[in-house]
């Protein structure tokens, strides 16, 4: 099976090497690795063609963008894997015989989507863990309690998003969230649980850095329960921001 990677950037050359790296290093060789720049002005897209020069099965595009949400789709439309993930430039995947163990688990099981555990880590410390987010076995009635897998750790079949759609940009932080609760809900697809660390990322994306934009959060995740017809989308709400706790150490 191809998995393909997309690594969105921008202006991220201080934190890229070792994404790419830890997508570089995997022992599971057939790997097709998409990076969707946002016309970096820093030396991103430097250090995207010198590694493209050594690894044929990189593709990359530099141009202006509507925000992340836009960058992905775009790689979405470029992916040719029949498994894809997401690695962007302040994640690192956790060891380099992962893939390879989320393949085994997608033929193992017939899944339609692979997920696992994610790890936050200190922005310039990536050995120091502030937050621990454990995931579980998938069953549909935990969307109602606000449980939801880490969608950095979610590997998907490419067929997935020709059924589903792909990111709605409407949304600015939550379109992670809208998407998979499309997907989750249907009762067709299957779900494997991979007990590990998937994916460590660094503290201070998009929607945990400022009060502002956790409050955008979870309007944003309100609405996306409401469109995907979740019952109690109040309590949902609070119960999914609650949960969160826990996973701070």
């Given at each position: ?28 060789k057939n790997i097709e ?6 016309a970096s002005t820093d ?206 150490i």
């Open positions: 099976m191809k998995v393909t990677i997309i690594t969105a950037t921008y202006n991220s050359e201080e934190t890229l090497s070792m994404a790419l790296n830890s997508v570089k290093e995997q022992d599971y690795h998409v990076f969707v720049d946002g030396g991103t897209l430097d250090i995207i063609k010198e590694m493209s020069l050594q690894n044929p099965q990189i593709k990359y595009i530099s141009e202006s963008d509507e925000g992340i949400y836009d960058a992905i789709n775009k790689g979405l439309n470029m992916a040719t894997g029949d498994i894809i993930g997401f690695v962007h430039s302040d994640d690192f995947l956790s060891n380099p015989n992962i893939i390879s163990d989320i393949v085994e688990l997608f033929k193992k099981g017939n899944y339609t989507g692979v997920y696992g555990n994610l790890l936050y880590v200190d922005k310039l410390d990536t050995t120091k863990v502030i937050r621990n987010w454990e995931s579980n076995v998938f069953h549909f009635k935990l969307l109602q309690r606000g449980w939801m897998p880490a969608h950095p750790t979610l590997f998907l079949k490419k067929e997935v998003y020709t059924e589903c759609g792909n990111f709605d940009k409407s949304y600015k932080i939550a379109a992670d969230y809208d998407f998979m609760l499309r997907v989750l809900r249907k009762s067709e697809y299957k779900f494997g649980f991979l007990p590990q660390v998937i994916t460590k990322m660094r503290m201070g994306g998009a929607s945990n850095k400022r009060i502002a934009n956790l409050i955008l959060k979870s309007q944003e995740d309100f609405r996306a329960m409401k469109t995907n017809d979740l019952k109690n989308p109040l309590a949902v709400l609070f119960l999914k921001n609650f949960s969160k706790l826990k996973q701070f």
